[in-house]
């Protein structure tokens, strides 16, 4: 069974908490609970994928590119 993904960080926990409060109402059919669980499995994946971009780019040395871009100055004549 593939699952859509979805489109956006807000989509996907909007999904994971859709799952948890049905999961945690206990009144989820016992034959629905597998396919929410794997519906929450990837969600979770997506969450964490963007996530752990956000941080790698947070991690990043921004201000070695800032420089880069600066044009030289001429006071080296």
């Known amino acids: ?38 519906e929450a499995r990837a969600a979770y994946a997506q969450c964490r994928t963007r996530i752990e971009a956000v941080r790698a780019v947070l991690a990043g040395d921004w201000g070695a590119e800032e420089e880069d871009d600066e044009p030289e100055s001429d006071d080296d004549a």
Not at 9 to 32: K, M, P, V
């Open 1 to 38: 069974m593939t699952l859509p993904e979805a489109a956006t960080y807000r989509e996907a926990y909007a999904r994971l908490t859709r799952i948890a409060a049905e999961l945690e109402g206990g009144e989820a059919d016992l034959d629905r609970v597998l396919p929410l669980l794997e």
